[in-house]
């Protein structure tokens, strides 16, 4: 069997662990999986991988920030593992070029690199106290880097291919897959979540699932969810997810008036998301970038209404549930538009994973994909 050494999920909940999950379900039993973990932090679901013997996962010690570039110690740490332990292929996910080093020490091992960029902008906190424009130049050099290098290039979007390999036409896309018994519309989910939230059962409810972080506007979103409510185009709203703004939007939240507190619910991290997708009317996505957001694949799969901003491709959509909207400082018009929509409610939810196993989302496709990339 292949032995595959995977890198980029890290300890939040996002597409890159999405993806690579899904990876490695889908291939289990014939490849042999290692994951290379980014941080000293445990990466999400690391327990459920190691149960379930997915893949093995192993920590270099890397380290961040400048000086651990200045020294070059986690190529050198990763040059030395490299001696010992063999691979026929290292899979990088990343959200930027920055792992170009990665797959210059991969191919000094003759491993076969395959890059996959997964969105179509990178923030990183190491660098937010820096410039914008050495923060720039720090991009293109990165890209520059990896332009210069043998390697098997992938992306998730067209925005996420032109972000990390620009104007190269020699990118092949391979999109993510959904269980689609896992997002099919459930009516006793509805019930019974909406019930036990203390959610009245003909109550309009919205919806936001992803990473508590500025790419996802997040911020934003609670100024427009917080006028939606007052006005009443919805009733209820319910956010999920974690990220490194978690804390800052607990204070956002604890700041809101009785009776929006009441209605604008954080419930944090969940696994089970089909069933949120269930109990909820309409989906917000706002997001500055995305690269392919999975949520809204599996938010379609659903029958659920999605409000989203147009920096999104339209490559994520298979069905006419998608409502895309220019960004602006003021939500007027997403208020409007989440009005309409809101009120737009009498269809069937149901037929919609009909769409979703006949799209390039579906399993049947992903594995293919996924046996031609690794030559299985």
């Known amino acids: 069997?292949?032995?595959?050494?995977?890198?980029?999920?890290?300890?939040?909940?996002?597409?890159?662990?999405?993806?690579?999950?899904?990876?490695?379900?889908?291939?289990k039993g014939r490849c042999v999986f290692t994951i290379l973990q980014i941080s000293n932090e445990d990466m999400y679901h690391s327990q459920f991988i190691k149960e379930n013997e997915l893949a093995e996962i192993i920590n270099l010690g890397f380290q961040s920030g400048w000086k651990s570039k200045l020294t070059n110690i986690n190529l050198k740490k990763f040059d030395k593992y490299l001696e010992h332990n063999k691979f026929d292929i290292i899979h990088i996910n990343e959200n930027s070029a920055s792992a170009y080093w990665l797959a210059k020490i991969a191919i000094k091992h003759n491993v076969k690199v395959i890059y996959q960029s997964h969105n179509s902008k990178s923030h990183s906190v190491n660098f937010s106290k820096f410039p914008k424009f050495l923060i720039t130049l720090l991009r293109k050099y990165q890209v520059n880097q990896l332009k210069k290098l043998k390697i098997k290039r992938i992306a998730v979007s067209d925005k996420a291919s032109q972000?990390?390999?620009?104007?190269?036409?020699?990118?092949?896309?391979?999109?993510?897959?959904?269980?689609?018994?896992k997002f099919r519309f459930n009516k006793s989910f509805r019930?019974?979540?909406?019930?036990?939230?203390?959610?009245?059962?003909?109550?309009?409810?919205?919806?936001?699932?992803?990473?508590?972080?500025?790419?996802?506007?997040?911020?934003?979103?609670?100024?427009?969810?917080?006028?939606a409510l007052k006005l009443g185009i919805i009733d209820y709203f319910i956010f999920l997810g974690d990220g490194p703004l978690k804390e800052k939007f607990e204070i956002e939240l604890e700041l809101l008036d009785e009776n929006l507190k009441k209605r604008c619910l954080y419930l944090g991290q969940q696994d089970k998301i089909g069933s949120w997708y269930s109990v909820s009317d309409i989906l917000l996505m706002p997001s500055i970038y995305e690269g392919l957001p999975f949520t809204l694949v599996e938010a379609q799969a659903s029958g659920l209404r999605c409000l989203v901003s147009n920096v999104i491709t339209k490559q994520v959509q298979y069905t006419d549930l998608l409502t895309f909207k220019e960004l602006s400082r003021i939500p007027d018009e997403w208020l409007l538009k989440l009005n309409e929509l809101s009120k737009s409610q009498n269809y069937d939810r149901n037929k919609y994973i009909i769409d979703l196993k006949k799209s390039l989302f579906s399993n049947e496709s992903f594995k293919k994909n996924l046996e031609k990339l690794y030559g299985l």
């Open 191 to 227: 019930l019974t979540k909406r019930r036990f939230l203390g959610i009245p059962q003909k109550s309009k409810v919205g919806l936001f699932v992803g990473r508590l972080s500025s790419q996802k506007n997040l911020f934003w979103t609670l100024n427009l969810v917080k006028k």
């Open 1 to 27: 069997m292949k032995k595959i050494l995977i890198y980029g999920p890290s300890q939040f909940h996002g597409g890159i662990e999405t993806y690579v999950e899904n990876v490695l379900k889908t291939l």
């Open 163 to 181: 972000f990390v390999f620009p104007n190269d036409t020699n990118v092949e896309y391979i999109w993510n897959s959904i269980d689609s018994k």
